[in-house]
């Protein structure tokens, strides 16, 4: 079946360094999305990318969706200590499915 | 908008027993429901996608038996985990789909059986 896998599984940075997770799929994706969960949390929607090579910024953050549309990357510049959480990707399948990568879990420094 | 709530938020049980988990939308009407399950600090494996009225669709290698979904309106639905067991201890997560893509998900229920 299909498989996402994500790395790495922790990063640990100072504040104010930048920080990057890259999606790997073993099969071709309909669209990738990403999802943040804080400590105790439950994950929250991020963004979703769906066209070969598309990149996307909010704020500090920029998704890149690869243009064989089985990778991408989620990359925060200079990261502050409410970024703070583990980052999913997550592939689309069918039926609206989502098949999670294992998930980077980011720790701040501050 | 778009909140989805989970009940209980905790519950221990006594192995084999069962336990009812709800899953809600509370602002909207949910297509599509699915249940997860996660284990600590690691990803989250769906379980079962469910649609209101219909039977739910089971990932390979959930047992459907021992894992009861019930999708009774466009805001309910509901996991039971029959005859649980101390292997059963996991967090289950639920989220809901308003007929678009994105996921909203439920605040999740730690379940422990002892």
């Known amino acids: 079946g299909q498989q996402v896998m994500q790395i790495p599984q922790y990063q640990h940075v100072q504040e104010g360094e930048d920080f990057t997770t890259y999606c790997n799929s073993s099969?071709?994706?309909?669209?990738i999305q990403w999802y943040k969960q804080r400590p105790g949390g439950h994950p929250v929607f991020l963004i979703q990318l769906v066209k070969s090579g598309e990149v996307k910024k909010q704020k500090r953050l920029t998704f890149q969706f690869g243009e064989a549309k089985k990778n991408s990357s989620l990359h925060i510049t200079a990261t502050q200590t409410t970024d703070v959480g583990t980052y999913f990707c997550?592939?689309?399948?069918?039926?609206?499915?989502?098949?999670f990568g294992q998930g980077t879990r980011l720790t701040i420094n501050p | 908008g778009a909140v989805v709530s989970q009940h209980p938020s905790r519950v221990i049980c006594k192995s084999g027993t069962s336990v009812k988990i709800e899953c809600r939308s509370l602002d909207f009407q949910a297509t599509t429901m699915f249940w997860y399950r996660q284990f600590p600090k690691q990803s989250l494996m769906l379980m079962a996608t469910?649609?209101?009225?219909?039977?739910?669709?089971?990932e390979q290698g959930v047992e459907k038996d021992k894992f009861l979904i019930n999708h009774a309106s466009l805001t309910l639905s509901t996991l039971t985990v029959t005859s649980a067991h101390p292997e059963d201890s996991s967090f289950y997560i639920c989220?809901?789909?308003?007929?678009?893509?994105?996921?909203?998900f439920g605040p999740g229920t730690r379940l422990t059986v002892t």
């Open positions: 469910s649609n209101e009225g219909s039977k739910a669709t089971y």
């Open positions: 099969t071709t994706l309909s669209n």
């Open positions: 997550a592939g689309g399948g069918g039926a609206q499915k989502l098949v």
């Open positions: 989220s809901a789909i308003q007929g678009s893509y994105e996921q909203y």
